[in-house]
């Protein structure tokens, strides 16, 4: 299983959600209602190079002086300010929202087995010159 898979299905689920928002065409109530919507049977596309460079960068600085769940709110806020803009970054709720989505990947076993096992990859990487 891609590790990125559940954050990209969160992310596409965000992008409809705040492109349907900002055309008025979701009411508030119905947010998050089209789980099953045929675009949710699309694959999400695999991580690009320059997403890949900047968690190597952000956690690899990190290092393994942080704990599991500081390294996992830094790789989730990496993520949604990559996938959804810098500005997303300055937005008064970004910091509640990055600790929801990183509770909600710590509350599946399997989803933060493999979240661990990735952040241990990008920490490690930075001791390796060239990874």
Same mark, same amino acid.
Request: proline content about 8%.
């Given at each position: 299983?891609?590790?990125?898979?559940?954050?990209? @299905?969160?992310?596409?689920?965000?992008?409809? @959600?705040r492109?349907?928002?900002s /055309? !008025?065409?979701?009411?508030?109530?119905?947010? !998050?209602? /089209?789980?099953?919507?045929?675009?949710?049977?699309?694959?999400?596309?695999?991580?690009?190079?320059?997403?890949?460079? /900047?968690?190597?960068?952000?956690?690899?600085?990190?290092?393994?002086?942080?704990?599991?769940?500081?390294?996992?709110?830094?790789?989730?806020?990496?993520?949604?300010?990559?996938?959804?803009?810098?500005?997303?970054?300055?937005?008064?709720?970004?910091?509640?929202l990055?600790?929801?989505?990183?509770?909600?990947?710590?509350?599946?076993?399997?989803?933060?087995?493999?979240?661990?096992?990735?952040?241990?990859?990008?920490?490690?990487?930075?001791? /390796?010159? !060239?990874?």
């Amino acid at each position: 299983m891609d590790p990125l898979r559940p954050i990209s @299905q969160i992310l596409a689920t965000l992008a409809r @959600q705040r492109s349907a928002d900002s /055309r !008025g065409t979701v009411a508030p109530g119905e947010r !998050g209602a /089209r789980h099953d919507s045929p675009s949710a049977a699309v694959p999400p596309p695999a991580p690009s190079p320059a997403l890949e460079a /900047r968690l190597r960068a952000r956690l690899g600085a990190m290092g393994n002086k942080k704990s599991t769940r500081q390294l996992a709110e830094a790789f989730v806020e990496t993520v949604l300010v990559s996938e959804l803009g810098d500005g997303m970054a300055s937005d008064p709720g970004f910091a509640a929202l990055t600790a929801r989505v990183t509770t909600d990947l710590f509350a599946n076993e399997e989803v933060a087995g493999e979240l661990a096992g990735l952040l241990a990859s990008y920490t490690d990487s930075a001791d /390796r010159p !060239g990874a």
